[in-house]
């Protein structure tokens, strides 16, 4: 599980890699992926034909992961992964929030307090990195987006293979980005479309879009995903939370050990040290997540 954890936080690092915008960059991950899902389904002879109904709900699940991803690349290229990461490890607050709604159950005074917690640590990296402000909005859209998708998923994961449903998924996630893409290259008709791709085998092939497009799909979003549900076999569901959890841990490192993040802040062509505001506000933010944990680790030993 840890491995599978490791990978999907090395999608931040990934996600700055590539020199394509958003939307254009989840475009071709989410294209990528379903293609490869597909060809495994049917090659392990899984494919599982749907209604429509079951699809049209699959589709809009879908759709709510593929703007969580272009709000999540975004918080990236408009402040940096820290930044990103930091703001999506709020997620399981606003699912804590977000979760009695939709289930119709009542809202914990805890959780809620927790809640309060990390708005607060966002508050004061938006103070005092005001620079980032663009990047820490579009942070916690991703987050807010990855608690409706979690909890939607929840409703309908048992029900199909696991494979089919990330299938159907992907490919309806893709129909409705190229939706968005269309809108975006309207109105913005000087963007680039296409990957860059210098000689793999050169001396810039580490700027090669293409290559860690395939790695980001082929890797971090399908193996990954094989190697979570081989996990969950022999895991509790707490343990496998409890590692989910620590994916904006491993993608902070991951930003630290390959960007120097822990030294710098990057907006743009501007350098700003890190400052008092963001550590407080981050450290505020990963004791919420690590409170709600202890909170579930109480409740599970009694």
């Keep these: 599980m840890s491995v599978a954890v490791i990978l999907w936080g090395f999608t931040g690092v990934l996600g700055r890699a590539i020199s394509l915008d958003a939307p254009v960059l989840v475009w071709y991950r989410m294209l990528f992926t379903a293609v490869f899902m597909a060809a495994i389904v049917l090659f392990r002879r899984e494919w599982v034909t749907l209604k429509a109904k079951d699809i049209l709900k699959l589709a809009g699940i879908g759709s709510v992961i593929s703007l969580h991803w272009v709000a999540f690349y975004a918080s990236i290229k408009f402040a940096n992964i820290s930044v990103a990461l930091v703001c999506l490890s709020t997620a399981g607050v606003f699912t804590s929030l977000l979760d009695p709604f939709v289930n119709k159950g009542k809202h914990n005074l805890a959780e809620l307090l927790l809640g309060f917690l990390a708005i607060v640590g966002v508050?004061?990296?938006?103070?005092?990195?005001?620079?980032?402000?663009?990047?820490?909005?579009?942070?916690?859209?991703?987050?807010?987006?990855?608690?409706?998708?979690?909890i939607l998923n929840k409703r309908i994961s048992n029900r199909f293979p696991a494979r089919t449903i990330v299938f159907y998924e992907m490919?309806?996630?893709?129909?409705?980005?190229?939706?968005?893409?269309?809108?975006?290259?309207?109105?913005?008709?000087?963007?680039?479309?296409?990957?860059?791709?210098?000689?793999?085998?050169?001396?810039?092939?580490?700027?090669?879009?293409?290559?860690?497009?395939?790695?980001?799909?082929?890797?971090?979003?399908?193996?990954?995903?094989?190697?979570?549900?081989?996990?969950?076999?022999?895991?509790?569901?707490?343990?496998?939370?409890?590692?989910?959890?620590?994916?904006?841990?491993?993608?902070?490192?991951?930003?630290?050990?390959?960007y120097n993040e822990n030294k710098e802040i990057i907006f743009l062509n501007h350098t700003t040290q890190l400052n008092f505001g963001f550590i407080m506000g981050m450290g505020l933010i990963l004791l919420s997540v690590a409170m709600q944990m202890f909170r579930i680790l109480s409740r599970r030993s009694v």
């Excluded at 938006?126 to 979690?150: D, E, K, M, N, P």
């Excluded at 395939?214 to 076999?233: D, G, I, P």
């Design 123 to 150: 508050y004061l990296i938006y103070r005092y990195q005001v620079s980032f402000g663009v990047g820490i909005v579009f942070g916690l859209i991703a987050a807010i987006l990855s608690s409706v998708f979690t």
């Design 171 to 258: 490919a309806t996630g893709f129909v409705f980005v190229s939706a968005l893409i269309f809108v975006y290259f309207y109105y913005m008709p000087d963007k680039k479309f296409w990957p860059a791709n210098p000689a793999i085998f050169g001396i810039d092939w580490y700027r090669n879009d293409w290559l860690w497009l395939v790695v980001m799909s082929l890797c971090c979003t399908v193996w990954a995903q094989f190697l979570a549900l081989s996990a969950l076999k022999k895991l509790s569901s707490f343990t496998a939370t409890l590692s989910v959890n620590l994916e904006p841990v491993y993608g902070i490192l991951l930003a630290f050990l390959f």
